[in-house]
């Protein structure tokens, strides 16, 4: 082996050898670049169509455009909730190598709260990584100044302008205004996800939500050219958002702001309806709360606060507060004794402080201990006899009372155009055999006729049977809004009162009449409400109430010194004014507040000078 | 007599200087026409890959002009001072390379550079003309084709700086480096027969190599490439976004600045190992068509070099340098385009990137030497 190479270079082999390598290798190189020419047809050529939408689709991409939100405002114009542009913080999380760490960098800039940093963990979950979240809102000139300075050691991190609901009135009618709150995973399930692609806010209670669809508008968008790190280069196509209508609610901030403010430091609910079109002025339900918070997410606190407080200011008592609607049920029992001839105008019914029935022990008293003596209806309204009406009750039977008030709208949803109210409750036989499966006692009706006992009424229910029976049986359904506006313009888009149906009015005398013992309810030395009616620049029609909170033991006393306070009778008004050509009906419930002439009659009378007086004075001034 | 002798000095001399110069000097003005091309055509692209950064440009003609004033000082060595001081490459180069794995400069996760305080130096880039010297010197030494045995010693000195290289590690310049040294061996005549053999066996050690020598990164750029949709964010992005700007860009191509996949930055490593992808969505199949065909005559210049070669060592050197020079080109488009792994080799002279420039023209002073030297038979 090794002797036979260390012979003599054999040049001309080698040479040729070597020659056919090299045209070996020319055809390996023509090969090689052969198939990446393939390769670049099969890229450049056939998949061409392929890769450029792949292209388009890196470099183009569609951003939703969220339409502004519809302002809302009061009879009078004024605005109840508005947008103001507010400064919010924002991450892409893609964008951010460490997000804990920035966080925790951006804290000696910003104030940012656990709860801030939790919501934005929160939202994170449910979002794709390249999407902008906001860590903090409504940040202040000082902050967005300090951040700005040093955004460059930010990236991925941004101050946004937005948008942002606010409540100027805070508080003020909130229970009928609602409020917005970011998007829940719930409402994410059932609303229209491309309507919504950009909006983070939805209605969440009150005309809020009522009428999202009307405020939301249409969703917009812009088709964006934007490198590799998502920045806009520029936009190639744009369609503009339409922004939601603006709506014009019948609630009058004035009167609302009296009703609130007569309220204060009490519970309760006033609820003022116009009667000429079922247009609700105010409703008020106290405590209340101030919406704003509420916006961007309340903090855990403040909100367990609320939440947790005994006088529940979260709870809407104008729609879902069921109370005993007590004595202010009798305008209408009795209206049905004259209607069904049970009883007549002269008719007297003698009291002597308790009744009983005939084949029963029990004795049902009345709240006046010693007896009203022999009164007509007009006296029994007047002076709010419990006697006479057990007597009526009993004669109505409990059929014609239930059939009666249904006409009224007890025991039914009003149909305000807000969410959540409850039906109340109409006694009936029906109903008990229903729900009770017991068959229905005579005890029963005589408690039934003076609006104790099953009888539960919200308060618009009351301002709305108030309203029916100043309307001479003309029912208009309860609403909050009167009309909308499309944005940017100035006409009006009236909607029709609408008109849910009429009870019949046999004789018409009947209805003056008790039109008129309600008159004397606050207009007359005797009235029960007398206190408010003496020095009224107008007639008022009224009828006051007290719903017993517990029951009270036989021949016990009620004893108003040694009662908890959140055991003491309800106090309950409803009214209605000017007597002549009503205007507006009231219900007023003060929660505890044992007087219904003494405390929520008051209450009406205030709301009802700030409509019917303070309006006079605006159009005459 | 004087004076006219003394004026027709002044007259002819500088013609005369001219003409000698492009005599005397030795470069190859076919393969320097195809190089200058391809650089100019490079500039070209990187203006537009740079996003018309004039930094990025400014540097790379400086570096062009370093290099090319490199080739032209590498041309003029003689070859058979290139083969006495052969050994001497390659030893320096293996030291430096020991050198880079104790006190190397890390940078992107490899130990690479070695810091000589006023510039840095990667000595695996040295080995890229090293090695296939140091074998085409070894081989040339002793008639061909060669033994057994020296085959065996020829593959030694292969694989321990391509070992080095690997270890660093450095995938795309072992790679290169080792084909370098594997061409020469082409070159000398091997039988078919055993480097038929010599595939079986790397087929047989690529899983052993797979298991126990390759670092987790290598693996999963050769898992990436198998399936780049596996992970389209993360490894498989850079072959993703290179298909398609290559693909949008069609038959005609985007046009010059206007390629939207790598002025929007969706190109990773858009100005240097995936140039090619800018290219080829800017200016389409025709202007890929166009560079391929300035690469084959750089290509069939450089093997009718090897051919006319006079010395067993000029012919394995320039053979071997030449198809190096394709196996970047292969590799890099190859990569780019989804056929191949990502390994890190540049587009030769294309890419941005100042040290492989260097180390190319160098390759190309060689192939010129080899040519310009030739002692012609008929004059």
């Given at each position: 082996?090794?002797?036979?190479?260390?012979?003599i270079?054999?040049?001309?082999?080698?040479?040729?050898?070597?020659?056919?390598?090299?045209?070996?290798?020319?055809?390996?190189?023509?090969?090689?670049i052969?198939?990446?020419?393939?390769?670049?047809?099969?890229?450049?050529i056939a998949?061409?169509e392929?890769?450029?939408?792949?292209?388009?689709?890196?470099?183009?991409?569609?951003?939703?455009?969220?339409?502004?939100?519809?302002l809302?405002?009061?009879?009078?114009?004024?605005?109840?909730?508005?947008?103001?542009p507010s400064?919010?913080?924002?991450?892409?999380?893609?964008?951010?190598?460490?997000?804990?760490?920035?966080?925790?960098?951006?804290?000696?800039?910003?104030?940012l709260?656990?709860?801030d940093?939790?919501?934005?963990?929160?939202s994170?979950?449910?979002?794709?990584?390249?999407?902008?979240?906001?860590?903090?809102?409504?940040?202040?000139?000082?902050?967005?100044?300090?951040?700005?300075v040093?955004?460059?050691?930010?990236?991925?991190?941004?101050?946004?302008?937005?948008?942002?609901?606010?409540?100027?009135?805070?508080?003020?009618?909130?229970?009928?205004?609602?409020?917005?709150?970011?998007?829940?995973?719930?409402?994410?399930?059932?609303?229209?996800?491309a309507?919504?692609?950009?909006?983070?806010?939805?209605?969440?209670?009150?005309v809020?939500?009522?009428?999202?669809?009307v405020?939301?508008?249409s969703?917009?968008f812009?088709?964006?050219?934007?490198?590799?790190?998502g920045?806009?280069?520029?936009v190639?196509?744009?369609?503009?958002?339409?922004?939601?209508?603006n709506?014009?609610l019948?609630?009058?901030?004035?009167?609302?702001?009296?009703?609130?403010?007569?309220?204060?430091?009490?519970?309760?609910?006033?609820?003022a309806?116009?009667?000429?079109?079922?247009?609700?002025?105010?409703?008020?339900?106290?405590?209340?709360?101030?919406?704003?918070?509420?916006?961007?997410?309340?903090?855990?606190?403040?909100?367990?606060?609320?939440?947790?407080?005994?006088?529940?200011?979260?709870f809407?008592?104008?729609?879902?507060?069921?109370?005993?609607?007590?004595?202010?049920l009798?305008?209408?029992?009795?209206?049905?004794?004259?209607?069904?001839?049970?009883?007549?105008t002269?008719?007297?019914?003698?009291?002597?402080?308790?009744?009983?029935?005939?084949?029963?022990?029990h004795?049902?008293?009345?709240?006046?201990?010693e007896?009203?003596?022999s009164?007509?209806?007009?006296?029994?309204?007047?002076?709010?006899?419990?006697?006479y009406?057990?007597?009526?009750?009993?004669?109505?039977?409990?059929?014609?009372?239930a059939?009666?008030?249904?006409q009224?709208?007890?025991?039914?949803?009003?149909?305000?155009?807000?969410?959540?109210?409850?039906?109340?409750?109409?006694?009936?036989?029906?109903?008990?055999?229903?729900?009770k499966?017991?068959?229905?006692?005579?005890?029963?009706?005589?408690?039934?006729?003076?609006g104790?006992?099953?009888?539960?009424?919200?308060?618009?229910?009351?301002?709305?049977?108030?309203?029916i029976?100043?309307?001479?049986g003309?029912?208009?359904?309860?609403?909050?809004?009167?009309?909308?506006?499309?944005?940017?313009?100035?006409?009006?888009?009236?909607?029709?009162?609408?008109?849910i149906?009429?009870?019949?009015?046999?004789?018409?005398?009947?209805?003056?009449?008790?039109?008129?013992?309600?008159?004397?309810?606050?207009?007359?030395?005797?009235?029960?409400?007398r206190?408010?009616?003496?020095?009224?620049?107008?007639?008022?029609?009224?009828?006051?109430?007290?719903?017993?909170?517990?029951g009270?033991?036989?021949?016990?006393?009620?004893?108003?010194?040694?009662?908890?306070?959140?055991?003491?009778?309800?106090?309950?008004?409803i009214?209605?004014?000017?007597?002549?050509?009503?205007?507006?009906?009231?219900?007023?419930?003060?929660?505890?507040?044992?007087?219904?002439?003494?405390?929520?009659?008051?209450?009406a009378?205030?709301?009802?000078?700030?409509?019917l007086?303070?309006?006079?004075?605006?159009?005459?001034? | 007599?004087?004076?006219?002798?003394?004026?027709?000095?002044?007259?002819?001399?500088?013609?005369?200087?001219?003409?000698?110069?492009?005599?005397?000097?030795?470069?190859?003005?076919?393969l320097?026409?195809?190089?200058?091309a391809?650089s100019?055509?490079?500039?070209?692209?990187?203006?537009?890959?740079?996003?018309?950064?004039?930094?990025?440009?400014?540097?790379?003609?400086?570096?062009l002009?370093?290099?090319?004033?490199?080739?032209?000082?590498?041309a003029?060595?003689?070859?058979?001072?290139?083969e006495?001081?052969?050994?001497?490459?390659?030893?320096?180069?293996?030291?430096?390379?020991?050198?880079?794995?104790?006190?190397?400069?890390?940078?992107?996760?490899?130990?690479?550079?070695?810091?000589?305080?006023?510039?840095?130096?990667?000595?695996?880039?040295?080995?890229?003309?090293?090695?296939?010297?140091?074998?085409?010197?070894?081989?040339?030494?002793?008639?061909?084709?060669?033994?057994?045995?020296?085959?065996?010693?020829?593959?030694?000195?292969?694989?321990?700086?391509?070992?080095?290289i690997?270890?660093?590690?450095?995938?795309?310049?072992?790679?290169?480096?080792?084909?370098?040294?594997?061409?020469?061996l082409?070159?000398?005549?091997?039988s078919?027969?055993?480097?038929?053999?010599?595939?079986?066996?790397?087929?047989?050690?690529a899983?052993?190599?797979?298991?126990?020598?390759m670092?987790?990164?290598?693996?999963?750029?050769?898992?990436?490439?198998l399936?780049?949709?596996?992970?389209?964010?993360?490894s498989?992005?850079?072959?993703?976004?290179?298909?398609?700007a290559?693909g949008?860009g069609?038959l005609?191509?985007?046009?010059?600045?206007?390629?939207?996949q790598?002025?929007?930055?969706?190109?990773?490593?858009?100005?240097?190992?995936?140039?090619?992808?800018?290219?080829?969505?800017?200016?389409?199949?025709?202007?890929?068509?166009?560079?391929?065909?300035?690469y084959?005559?750089?290509?069939?210049?450089?093997?009718?070099?090897?051919?006319?070669a006079?010395s067993?060592?000029?012919?394995?050197?320039?053979?071997?340098?030449?198809?190096?020079?394709?196996?970047?080109?292969?590799?890099?488009?190859?990569?780019?385009?989804?056929?191949?792994?990502?390994?890190?080799?540049?587009?030769?002279?294309?890419s941005y990137?100042?040290?492989?420039?260097?180390?190319?023209?160098?390759?190309?002073g060689?192939?010129?030497?080899?040519?310009?030297?030739?002692?012609?038979?008929?004059?």
């Amino acid at each position: 082996m090794e002797h036979s190479h260390v012979k003599i270079r054999d040049h001309l082999r080698e040479t040729r050898i070597f020659t056919g390598r090299v045209i070996f290798a020319g055809v390996g190189v023509v090969i090689l670049i052969t198939v990446i020419i393939a390769r670049m047809a099969y890229l450049q050529i056939a998949s061409h169509e392929h890769f450029t939408t792949l292209s388009q689709n890196n470099r183009v991409s569609i951003v939703p455009v969220a339409p502004t939100r519809g302002l809302i405002f009061d009879r009078n114009g004024e605005v109840l909730a508005q947008n103001l542009p507010s400064f919010s913080l924002e991450l892409v999380p893609e964008k951010i190598d460490d997000v804990d760490a920035t966080i925790e960098e951006l804290k000696s800039i910003v104030a940012l709260s656990d709860d801030d940093i939790k919501q934005f963990h929160k939202s994170r979950r449910h979002s794709r990584a390249f999407q902008s979240l906001p860590l903090r809102f409504r940040l202040d000139e000082a902050e967005v100044a300090r951040f700005s300075v040093r955004q460059h050691q930010f990236p991925g991190v941004s101050i946004e302008a937005r948008l942002m609901r606010e409540y100027p009135h805070g508080a003020l009618g909130v229970h009928a205004l609602g409020y917005v709150g970011r998007i829940n995973e719930a409402e994410l399930k059932v609303l229209d996800v491309a309507d919504y692609n950009g909006t983070s806010h939805i209605g969440k209670t009150g005309v809020e939500k009522f009428y999202e669809d009307v405020l939301h508008g249409s969703v917009g968008f812009k088709k964006i050219e934007s490198n590799a790190r998502g920045r806009i280069l520029r936009v190639l196509e744009e369609e503009r958002p339409i922004p939601g209508q603006n709506i014009f609610l019948s609630l009058d901030a004035h009167v609302q702001q009296v009703a609130e403010k007569a309220l204060t430091d009490r519970r309760g609910a006033v609820v003022a309806i116009e009667t000429k079109t079922g247009g609700v002025i105010a409703l008020a339900s106290m405590p209340g709360f101030d919406p704003n918070p509420f916006v961007n997410g309340i903090d855990q606190k403040s909100y367990r606060a609320l939440a947790s407080s005994l006088d529940r200011p979260l709870f809407n008592r104008a729609i879902k507060g069921r109370y005993p609607p007590g004595s202010t049920l009798k305008p209408f029992v009795g209206l049905a004794g004259l209607e069904y001839d049970i009883v007549t105008t002269g008719m007297k019914i003698p009291c002597r402080g308790w009744y009983q029935l005939s084949n029963d022990e029990h004795k049902y008293r009345d709240w006046k201990r010693e007896g009203h003596g022999s009164l007509t209806l007009l006296g029994a309204i007047r002076e709010s006899c419990d006697v006479y009406f057990y007597d009526l009750a009993l004669n109505l039977g409990i059929d014609r009372i239930a059939q009666f008030n249904a006409q009224f709208g007890f025991g039914k949803t009003t149909g305000i155009d807000i969410y959540g109210e409850t039906s109340g409750l109409l006694p009936s036989r029906e109903w008990k055999r229903r729900a009770k499966h017991e068959s229905w006692y005579p005890g029963e009706t005589l408690i039934t006729g003076i609006g104790q006992g099953f009888n539960v009424t919200s308060p618009i229910q009351l301002a709305v049977g108030t309203a029916i029976l100043a309307n001479y049986g003309l029912h208009f359904k309860p609403r909050l809004v009167y009309a909308t506006q499309q944005s940017g313009q100035k006409d009006l888009q009236y909607l029709d009162p609408e008109i849910i149906g009429t009870v019949p009015v046999l004789d018409k005398a009947n209805w003056d009449y008790m039109i008129n013992s309600m008159k004397k309810v606050v207009h007359s030395n005797r009235g029960t409400a007398r206190k408010i009616g003496h020095d009224a620049p107008y007639k008022i029609a009224g009828k006051t109430g007290t719903a017993q909170v517990f029951g009270i033991a036989q021949d016990a006393e009620y004893d108003q010194e040694n009662l908890e306070d959140h055991l003491r009778d309800h106090a309950l008004f409803i009214a209605f004014a000017p007597v002549e050509s009503p205007e507006i009906a009231v219900a007023v419930i003060v929660e505890n507040g044992e007087s219904g002439g003494g405390v929520a009659a008051p209450i009406a009378r205030k709301v009802l000078d700030a409509y019917l007086v303070n309006r006079n004075k605006k159009k005459h001034g | 007599m004087a004076r006219s002798a003394l004026s027709q000095g002044f007259e002819n001399q500088p013609k005369a200087g001219a003409a000698g110069f492009f005599q005397t000097v030795h470069i190859d003005w076919p393969l320097m026409t195809g190089i200058v091309a391809l650089s100019l055509f490079g500039l070209m692209i990187l203006y537009s890959a740079s996003g018309e950064n004039w930094n990025t440009m400014t540097r790379q003609i400086i570096w062009l002009c370093i290099a090319f004033i490199v080739m032209f000082f590498t041309a003029q060595i003689p070859p058979h001072h290139l083969e006495f001081w052969a050994p001497w490459v390659f030893g320096l180069g293996l030291f430096f390379l020991v050198l880079v794995l104790l006190v190397g400069d890390v940078g992107k996760g490899a130990q690479r550079w070695l810091n000589f305080g006023l510039f840095r130096f990667q000595p695996s880039e040295m080995m890229k003309f090293a090695v296939p010297m140091m074998v085409a010197w070894y081989m040339a030494s002793k008639p061909l084709p060669p033994s057994g045995k020296r085959i065996l010693i020829a593959l030694l000195i292969i694989l321990v700086p391509v070992g080095l290289i690997a270890k660093q590690p450095d995938l795309g310049t072992s790679l290169l480096v080792g084909s370098a040294g594997l061409f020469v061996l082409l070159f000398t005549g091997l039988s078919w027969f055993l480097i038929g053999g010599f595939m079986v066996l790397l087929a047989a050690i690529a899983p052993v190599v797979w298991f126990f020598y390759m670092h987790d990164y290598q693996r999963q750029r050769v898992l990436t490439f198998l399936n780049p949709e596996n992970d389209p964010l993360g490894s498989g992005y850079h072959i993703i976004q290179s298909k398609i700007a290559i693909g949008s860009g069609g038959l005609y191509g985007k046009g010059w600045l206007n390629g939207t996949q790598s002025q929007l930055d969706f190109l990773p490593e858009r100005s240097t190992d995936f140039i090619f992808a800018v290219y080829a969505e800017e200016f389409g199949l025709v202007g890929v068509l166009g560079l391929l065909a300035i690469y084959l005559y750089i290509v069939f210049r450089g093997l009718v070099i090897a051919n006319q070669a006079q010395s067993s060592f000029g012919r394995l050197l320039a053979g071997s340098l030449v198809l190096t020079f394709v196996v970047y080109i292969v590799v890099n488009i190859g990569m780019v385009s989804g056929l191949l792994p990502v390994v890190g080799v540049p587009l030769p002279l294309i890419s941005y990137g100042g040290t492989s420039l260097v180390t190319l023209m160098i390759a190309f002073g060689l192939l010129m030497s080899i040519q310009t030297h030739r002692k012609l038979l008929t004059s």
